[in-house]
């Protein structure tokens, strides 16, 4: 492998790795949130 | 199925990765910088994409008057941008080894520039407008406008004087260096479109809790 090729490809799948784990956090809570809202928009408060 | 996106996105992100930095050979007269070109252009054409979708979206919206058209137009402005500033990042980087400058204002740099900032101002009208139908017109009138520029950007190469350019008007590429850009150009596209499916979830729940608020306060004595 050529030098540098191997930083490169490093700080591209880092990059990339960050971003999904972001990326599944962000959609946890959206469908979290999702739930919540629904239920709510159902129940009829007295 | 965002299980399946969400898989299918992971996989072809990986496989780009290893197409990129494995499977390519290293160009000849530009070395390792040249691997830059995959996931820019991918990013670039994600960038036009979005752009399109504002403009659906904005279309939509005048037309209709639905909510749902509007946040289309909103949450793809905001990946626009964010593909855009990937492309306005990775382009410098490359450039510095190959042209000897970070930054040329020759007309694809140019037009690029000034397509991101409008869509910038697109996101500061919606940000600073009142919440309500007249932000969203406007926002939408904005993003129509905005799109004039896209074209630009595109056929720049083709309409300033060839002495300008610093980018080239073709690029013919080895058939292992093809298939890299391709496999880019389908990881970019399903995290493009994961992305846009989260964010318009985000923004309609956002409109769920407007829509709750306002439920609540019709019961309430």
Sequence with gaps: MEAGLGYLATAYSVFFAVLFVYVMHLRARDVEMSQQL??????KPE | MWRVHGVLTLLAVVGALWAVFVYAPTERQMGLVQRIFYFHVSAAISAGLSYFLVFVGSVGYLRTRHDRWDRLGLAAAELGVLFSLFVLISGPLWARPIWGVFWRWEPRLTTMMITFTIY????????????GERTQRFAAVVGIFAFVMVPFVRYSINLWAADQQLHPPSVDLDPAMATTKYVSYIAFALLFGYLLRLRLSQLGNAA????LIHQRRRIAP
């Design chain 1, 38 to 43: 629904d239920e709510l928009l159902e129940t």
């Design chain 2, 120 to 131: 910038v101002a697109y996101l500061m009208v919606r940000s600073y407008g009142e919440p």
């Design chain 2, 208 to 211: 769920k809790l407007v829509q």
